[in-house]
């Protein structure tokens, strides 16, 4: 477990902590600023020591509202909320998630993902992720995807 996570694990009782402790040893009742999230950086740059606080609340949110909606990541969010979310997370700073619907949060995750370059598994990734389908041994294939 990264330094990071193991201050959410022993900081962030519930979601609601986790905007205020996002990665700070000792949390006051809150910090001026947050992570910023970093919009169109490949990944590895974005998430070095762990994913940014700002960006795990809004998968957290997602994923415990999300199943129990209908098309969460086909439905488009609110434009305007989407862009204000947006610069909110790039300026680094405090967003309450229950002022944004899930439609809203999925479609600034779709972006986010969209906008790194090279994708999420970058083009070597990919590349060997295609090599991987192509092996005929199921055993083999996990065995090249977990190394």
């Not at 300026?91 to 995750?109: C, E, F, K, Q």
């Not at 192509?134 to 090249?144: L, N």
Request: aromatic share 6%; net charge positive; proline share 7%.
């Amino acid at each position: 477990m990264s330094s990071w996570a193991a201050r959410m694990h022993r900081h962030a009782a519930n979601l609601g902590s986790v905007v205020t402790s996002c990665g700070h040893p000792d949390p006051g009742p809150y910090p001026h600023r947050l992570e910023k999230v970093k919009f169109g950086i490949p990944l590895d740059e974005v998430c070095k020591n762990d994913i940014p606080g700002p960006l795990l609340v809004l998968i957290l949110k997602l994923n415990k509202e999300a199943p129990q909606r209908k098309d969460v990541f086909r439905a488009p969010g609110h434009q305007g909320a989407i862009k204000k979310l947006i610069h909110f997370l790039q300026a680094g700073r405090l967003v309450n998630v229950d002022n944004y619907s899930v439609y809203t949060i999925a479609s600034v995750l779709k972006k986010f993902l969209r906008k790194i370059p090279g994708g999420v598994f970058g083009r070597q990734g990919e590349a060997e992720l295609f090599a991987i389908v192509d092996i005929p041994s199921e055993d083999e294939q996990q065995e090249r995807i977990h190394r």
